[in-house]
T-cell receptor, first 114, second 113 residues
C-alpha cells in the first residue's frame, strides 16, 4: 500500500526567507507525486505534479519540487516566501493511470512572520 | 484547469435529517471522487467513480452513498445525519487524457447538531 509522510506538522518562516517542506513516500512502482495547497475554509489547489522525466518540476506561485528516487522524497521549495503563502500544504502520491487514486500526507501548516 | 462546483458550501443540520451534497464539473472528466477531511487532518477517499453508473467505496468507510447518473454530476447523500458526520467533504475529478491530475472543488462544510 502507498503512504505519504510529511514530518513537519507546523513550520514558521519570515517573509522573504526560503522554504522547504518535506515529503517522503512509500510506493512500489514509479509514483505520481503532487503538492496541493489549502487556504482556510477552501478546497485544494494543485501547486505542481511529477509523473516522469525531469526530476525538478516547476509549479505555480514560484514553487518547485524535486523528485529523489533514492531518498523516496519529493520536497517542496520556494526561494522567497510571501505572506500570502501561509496555508496548509499537502503532499500526495497517486497509484497510476489505471485505477487512479491519491493518498495524502497529514499536511504541513505554514505560518509566515511579517 | 477543471471547474468543479460544490453546494452547499456550508450546512448546519439536525441529527436524523437527510442531506445531499451536490457536485458538478464542467470539463467532462470521467473520474470523480469524494474525500472527507476532518479539521487539521489529512484527506481520506470515501467514494469514487470511473464513469456513468460506476461507483466504488474508498479507503475510509462511510455511511454516505453516491450516484453517477450523468458524467458531470456526482452527488453524495447521507440518509440520516449524525454528529459524527461533521466534517468537510471535498469533491474532485480527473481525466485520463489530461494526465489524471485530480482537481478539487472548494468543499462542503457539514455540521450536524
Amino acid at each position: 500500500a502507498q503512504s505519504v509522510t510529511q514530518p513537519d506538522i507546523h513550520i514558521t518562516v519570515s517573509e522573504g526567507a526560503s522554504l522547504e517542506l518535506r515529503c517522503n513516500y512509500s510506493y512500489g512502482a514509479t509514483p505520481y507525486l503532487f503538492w496541493y495547497v489549502q487556504s482556510p475554509g477552501q478546497g485544494l489547489q494543485l501547486l505542481l505534479k511529477y509523473f516522469s522525466g525531469d526530476t525538478l518540476v516547476q509549479g505555480i506561485k514560484g514553487f518547485e519540487a524535486e523528485f529523489k528516487r533514492s531518498q523516496s522524497s519529493f520536497n517542496l521549495r520556494k526561494p522567497s516566501v510571501h505572506w500570502s503563502d501561509a496555508a496548509e500544504y499537502f503532499c500526495a502520491v497517486g497509484s497510476g493511470a489505471g485505477s487512479y487514486q491519491l493518498t495524502f500526507g497529514k499536511g504541513t501548516k505554514l505560518s509566515v512572520i511579517p | 484547469e477543471a471547474d468543479i462546483y460544490q453546494t452547499p458550501r456550508y450546512l448546519v443540520i439536525g441529527t436524523g435529517k437527510k442531506i445531499t451534497l451536490e457536485c458538478s464539473q464542467t470539463m467532462g472528466h470521467d473520474k470523480m471522487y469524494w474525500y472527507q477531511q476532518d479539521p487539521g487532518m489529512e484527506l481520506h477517499l470515501i467514494h469514487y467513480s470511473y464513469g456513468v453508473n460506476s461507483t466504488e467505496k474508498g479507503d475510509l468507510s462511510s455511511e454516505s452513498t453516491v450516484s453517477r447518473i450523468r458524467t458531470e454530476h456526482f452527488p453524495l447523500t447521507l440518509e440520516s445525519a449524525r454528529p459524527s458526520h461533521t466534517s468537510q467533504y471535498l469533491c474532485a475529478s480527473s481525466q485520463a487524457s489530461a494526465g489524471n491530475t485530480i482537481y478539487f472543488g472548494e468543499g462542503s462544510w457539514l455540521t450536524v447538531v
